[in-house]
């Protein structure tokens, strides 16, 4: 097994980067403090372990909430900033970030926008999530996204990995997803396009320790495997 350890996370990140892009820069500086005074107490413990694989940077990027250059030159400085110091804590771990598109901007806008964050931050792994669970793409639409996050970590030479969404809203409660529509999923992440892929997230809705519909979900995926 491979750990990505994840740094400082804020739960007012999505309302505190809708403001002025200066206000959002202050921001973005301040919680670029404490993830790297995270990953400096972190950083010699966790260079013991065989199983650690580098830093998770926890703010998902929408790619349409950014599109203001002035928002997107405070997001790319915080990006390139941090990953540089992650890689002087830890030589040879990888820096990795996730991020998804609400579907409000085309598979090329989406391309560009990822193009230009990875070209100057040295981040390592752009996880892209398919958000099929979340209802922001569906799978007709998922493969262009899909393949525009294909066509921009392999210009900026970052690896790229699919994060397959394995929940459901039904009612403003989210519970597993039916296996048949995460084999479809599974399916556009691994048989199309060879990369690494994550379930989001098997403790909460795969797992026989959380509840009868998750463990429901465990026993029809066991039976599934060849």
């Not at 002035?70 to 820096?95: N, Y």
């Not at 990995?161 to 399916?187: K, N, S, T």
């Amino acid at each position: 097994m491979s750990v990505f350890l994840g740094l400082a996370h804020d739960t007012s990140f999505w309302s505190s980067t809708q403001r002025d892009p200066e206000l959002v820069a202050v921001y973005l500086r301040r919680l670029r403090t404490r993830s790297e005074s995270v990953a400096e107490n972190v950083a010699p413990s966790a260079s013991k372990y065989k199983s650690f694989a580098g830093w998770y940077i926890s703010e998902e990027i929408e790619d349409f909430s950014w599109r203001e250059p002035a928002l997107t030159l405070a997001l790319t400085e915080h990006l390139r900033q941090l990953a540089v110091r992650l890689h002087e804590l830890s030589p040879g771990a990888r820096v990795a970030i996730s991020g998804f598109s609400n579907g409000q901007s085309d598979p090329k806008a989406f391309e560009l926008f990822w193009r230009s964050l990875l070209k100057t931050s040295s981040i390592d792994m752009f996880m892209f999530q398919d958000g099929i669970g979340a209802g922001k793409l569906d799978l007709n639409t998922l493969p262009l996204y899909m393949e525009a996050a294909r066509r921009a970590t392999e210009a900026e030479h970052c690896e790229l990995g699919v994060i397959v969404e394995m929940f459901q809203q039904i009612d403003a409660q989210f519970g597993p997803a039916p296996l048949e529509r995460i084999v479809r999923q599974l399916g556009i992440a691994s048989h199309e396009y060879p990369w690494r892929v994550f379930g989001f997230s098997v403790p909460e809705y795969m797992s026989p320790l959380d509840g009868a519909e998750a463990e429901r979900l465990f026993a029809e995926y066991v039976a599934a495997l060849p």
